[in-house]
T-cell receptor, first 116, second 110 residues
Framework: GAVVSQHPSRVICKSGTSVKIECRSL??????MFWYRQFPKKSLMLMAT?????????EQGVEKDKFLINHASLTLSTLTVTSAHPEDSSFYIC????????????FGPGTRLTVT | DAKTTQPPSMDCAEGRAANLPCNHS???????VYWYRQIHSQGPQYIIH???NNETNEMASLIITEDRKSSTLILPHATLRDTAVYYC???????????FGKGTMLLVSP
């Protein structure tokens, strides 16, 4: 099946710094990618929809200036957590449908962010 | 709010069939039933989806009631590696956004 990768898998950063997380579709092109956040023992919450060639669409309550999304190409979307705080510590997961209107989505393995 | 209701947890013995129920009483005619699972500290994995007919693939079977208000995911011979949180999601096909509920934590024991 289609493969989505994320880098890094784990990152620890200090409060106030910025962290960039990459999401790549390895064997298909993705005009749309999705970013989710998951807190411990909680379900996935959609943060934003990343669109190649246009601005991302953010879900209600997600600060677009704090979570910068860039869909640089048909195989790469990046999420930058700016001025990270300890409450931003979470599991960040991206996903992509392997084509417009595809029945399923393929998820990346996730990135564990810890802000100290 | 998620449009599905699932039991928070279930247990299953290794080698036995695992039957995971899901209620979706407000499902619309153009909404499919999707199942994903998430093994601890990994991204979710697509399992199966269906509209009204029963479906089977190499991973599982999906049984949808005639009124489409509920469904059951069946793992015919559960293994320890099937221990995961299983999410039942209803979604209009072609509309990409997935809304995850709390899912069912399936624990497969030896």
């Amino acid at each position: 099946g289609a493969v989505v990768s994320q880098h890094p898998s784990r990152v620890i950063c200090k409060s106030g710094t910025s962290v960039k997380i990459e999401c790549r579709s390895l064997d298909f092109q993705a005009t749309t990618m999705f970013w989710y956040r998951q807190f411990p023992k909680k379900s996935l919450m959609l943060m934003a929809t990343s669109n190649e060639g246009s601005k991302a669409t953010y879900e209600q309550g997600v600060e677009k200036d704090k979570f910068l999304i860039n869909h640089a190409s048909l195989t790469l979307s990046t999420l930058t957590v700016t001025s990270a705080h300890p409450e931003d510590s979470s599991f960040y997961i991206c996903s992509a449908p392997p084509g417009q209107g595809a029945n399923e989505q393929y998820f990346g393995p996730g990135t564990r962010l810890t802000v100290t | 709010d998620a449009k599905t209701t699932q039991p928070p947890s279930m247990d299953c013995a290794e080698g036995r069939a695992a039957n995971l129920p899901c209620n979706h009483s407000t499902i619309s005619g153009n909404e499919y039933v999707y199942w994903y699972r998430q093994i601890h500290s990994q991204g979710p994995q697509y399992i199966i989806h269906g509209l009204k007919n029963n479906e089977t693939n190499e991973m599982a079977s999906l049984i949808i009631t005639e009124d489409r208000k509920s469904s059951t995911l069946i793992l015919p011979h559960a293994t320890l590696r099937d221990t995961a949180v299983y999410y039942c999601i209803v979604r209009v096909v072609g509309y990409s956004t997935l809304t995850f509920g709390k899912g069912t934590m399936l624990l497969v024991s030896p």
